[in-house]
């Protein structure tokens, strides 16, 4: 069906007279583009096909990965109160006498009657009294502040060792490294008991922890320029009651081993909780995690890892003062100011987070309470790839934004997900906002080789920095508004989609048969709403303005390929309405359901054909111009007139 099918052929010049047999229509000759489209189709579905089979292939190795097997047997010791005990006091009895009055009662008698035994017997120097230790040995410090001159080290020949503070809490008894140590104490043997005690004033890590076998009871890290408590190639590690606070990379680490942390408390710090390296099995459970840049950070785990994160309390992490070039972190640490100023962290964790899980494997985060997140109560993502990382996840049934009390105070996003890995699942029916619009939920989990484009290019991107060059466009980072990676690239594609359509357009005002007015009426308005409306859905962060941009700028864009299918451009017009198909797919996968048998994101495949689709488009607007096949010839049969006729005279 022709574009003027409404109008009347004009008569030609050489036209029949009425009554005498009209010539047949000679028909535009078509059959030598079934052959260029037939191979171009083919092509596309073969493309397709092979997408899908690759990607299926890409996350079949992630899957076929099996859980860790058990651990060693090492288990942390419990309390004891008999041994062999040493005595560990201050030199200045003012001092002591100064920690010991805000000490319970009765311990703070008993404390007196040991600081008498300890000014004949005992020592004044916790690492000198590791020295003199022998296996089994109990090392009790009385309260006071102590300077060290050298790492407090339990070698890995002092067994069952257990040192402990005689306060009421950590607070009471502090062991400093005034910021001329790397570590302040470090504990490598087997069976170890640390409690009671604070580890103040490093350069680099508070407390070591490489153990196996070891039990760390109320024991806080306070300022401390790189890792408060860090258990490191352990096992059979217990953190219980533990406090962090003013530390620049993260409060607790917990690195390649297994070990649990309950019940701790972790502020004013880069990282609340950070769990990472391979073969990694923890349980974070019971903790309360606020005023950090990221709450618990999850990530680099391996795809061995075996990691529960239960009922913390996690909130307000909204820093983003973390520059490892400003002039406070290249000043003296001991002339920082550890409150109010910036963290110098190495690496740096994304502002505004909650739960990060960056290629993180194998982790279980439930009954969590999340509020007041400035970027995501819940980040993750992962690798793309066969060999790629983020995969078995399982974030379900946690409370998002709400308060203790039971007042509301929302995120800004309470799952952000950039579609990567394998075995993903989300069932959150109480979440309010997620990114993108709708998540896979537990009863199929969704597995990928390649997520959503523009938030993967952002993990990519931004993800976890190097503090010393954080990258532009991050607004976990500190880009605002128009600075954001999301927007910038809305725009350009905005722009890109309109140039674009109006390509296209062109290209079929140009054809044999150009559309009438008024034919790309509704094509232009989807088109149009569908590019404004993604800039505003990156400016918003709403991810259901963006599929519904995605959807509409689909609509728009078969609406055309139909017309110019109709105006003789079939080849061009069947690739636009293609496009659009595809458009459409992706706009479902974002908004409606996760199309759980993709194996890559739907937007992956409009993607790779845009470039193609674009070389069609600026050929058929400003290639050379269509000619019109020359009608063909009607002879005429000459009249013989009469030499005369009534009227000659």
């Known amino acids: 069906m022709r574009c003027r099918a409404g109008y009347p052929d004009p008569v030609p010049p050489h036209a029949p007279p009425p009554g005498a047999e009209r010539p047949r229509r000679a028909l535009r000759p078509r059959p030598e583009r079934r052959l260029p489209v037939l191979a171009f189709m083919t092509a596309v579905l073969a493309a397709l096909v092979a997408s899908c089979y690759l990607g299926g292939l890409a996350v079949e190795p992630r899957l076929a990965e099996t859980l860790p097997p058990a651990a060693a047997d090492a288990e942390p010791p419990p309390y004891r109160e008999t041994g062999p005990a040493l005595l560990v006091c201050p030199a200045d009895a003012d001092a002591f006498t100064e920690r010991n009055e805000n000490v319970d009662y009765l311990q703070r008698l008993e404390n007196e009657r040991l600081y008498e035994d300890c000014a004949d017997t005992g020592h004044h120097d916790l690492p000198a009294a590791l020295d003199a230790a022998e296996p089994g040995d109990r090392v009790l410090l009385l309260p006071g502040h102590y300077a060290l001159d050298r790492t407090a080290v339990i070698g890995p020949d002092l067994t069952g060792l257990q040192v402990e503070g005689l306060g009421d809490g950590p607070e009471d008894v502090t062991l400093s490294g005034r910021f001329a140590l790397d570590t302040v104490m470090e504990a490598a043997g087997a069976d170890v008991h640390l409690s009671g005690f604070t580890v103040a004033q490093a350069r680099g890590t508070g407390l070591r922890v490489t153990a196996d076998g070891a039990a760390v009871d109320r024991v806080a890290a306070h300022q401390i320029g790189g890792l408060g408590i860090h258990v490191a190639d352990a096992a059979g590690v217990l953190l219980t009651g533990c406090r962090a606070d003013a530390v620049d990379t993260a409060g607790i680490a917990v690195h390649r081993s297994e070990a649990d942390v309950q019940g701790c408390e972790v502020t004013g710090s880069t990282a609340g909780i950070a769990v990472s390296g391979p073969g990694t099995a923890a349980d974070i459970t019971g903790n309360r995690l606020h005023g950090n840049a990221t709450g618990l950070a999850i990530h680099d785990t391996g795809n061995r890892s075996d990691i529960t994160a239960a009922e913390n309390l996690v909130y307000d992490n909204n820093r983003r003062d973390l520059d490892a070039d400003a002039a406070a972190c290249r000043a003296d640490p001991a002339q920082r100011d550890w409150d109010g100023g910036p963290r110098c962290p190495d690496p740096a964790y994304p502002g505004g987070i909650g739960l990060l899980l960056a290629d993180a494997d194998g982790v279980e985060a439930t009954a969590n309470r999340i509020w007041n997140q400035r970027t995501a109560a819940v980040a993750a993502w992962g690798t793309p790839g066969p060999d790629g990382a983020g995969n078995r996840n399982t974030v379900a049934g946690n409370e998002f934004g709400v308060r203790e009390d039971g007042q509301r105070q929302r995120n800004r996003l309470d799952v952000w997900w950039d579609g990567n890995g394998a075995g993903n699942c989300f069932d959150?029916?109480?979440?309010?906002?997620?990114?993108?619009?709708?998540?896979?939920?537990?009863?199929?989990?969704?597995?990928?080789?390649?997520?959503?484009?523009?938030?993967?290019?952002?993990?990519?991107?931004?993800?976890?920095?190097?503090?010393?060059?954080?990258?532009?466009?991050?607004?976990?980072?500190?880009?605002?508004?128009?600075?954001?990676?999301?927007?910038?690239?809305?725009?350009?594609?905005?722009?890109?989609?309109?140039?674009?359509?109006?390509?296209?357009?062109?290209?079929?005002?140009?054809?044999?048969?150009?559309?009438?007015?008024?034919?790309?009426?509704?094509?232009?308005?989807?088109?149009?709403?569908?590019?404004?409306?993604?800039?505003?859905?990156?400016?918003?962060?709403?991810?259901?303005?963006?599929?519904?941009?995605?959807?509409?700028?689909?609509?728009?864009w078969i609406l055309a390929g139909r017309s110019w299918r109709r105006c003789g451009i079939r080849v061009f017009g069947t690739f636009t309405v293609l496009i659009g198909l595809l458009a459409l797919l992706d706009a479902i996968d974002r908004g409606v359901r996760t199309l759980v048998l993709a194996p890559v994101a739907p937007a992956w495949l409009w993607l790779a054909l845009l470039p193609l689709w674009t070389l069609f488009a600026l050929a058929a607007a400003f290639g050379p111009r269509r000619r019109e096949p020359e009608p063909v010839r009607v002879e005429r049969t000459p009249v013989t007139a009469p030499s005369h006729d009534r009227f000659d005279w």
């Open 428 to 556: 959150e029916p109480g979440a309010h906002r997620t990114a993108p619009s709708v998540v896979p939920s537990c009863d199929v989990p969704a597995t990928r080789a390649l997520g959503d484009p523009l938030r993967t290019l952002k993990a990519w991107h931004c993800g976890i920095a190097d503090a010393g060059a954080v990258p532009d466009g991050c607004d976990w980072f500190g880009a605002r508004f128009t600075e954001r990676l999301e927007f910038r690239a809305a725009v350009a594609f905005a722009v890109a989609l309109l140039f674009l359509a109006g390509a296209g357009w062109l290209g079929a005002a140009r054809a044999p048969d150009p559309p009438r007015a008024g034919q790309m009426t509704f094509s232009a308005l989807a088109t149009g709403a569908g590019a404004l409306l993604s800039v505003l859905a990156a400016w918003s962060g709403r991810a259901d303005y963006e599929a519904l941009a995605v959807g509409l700028w689909g609509l728009g």
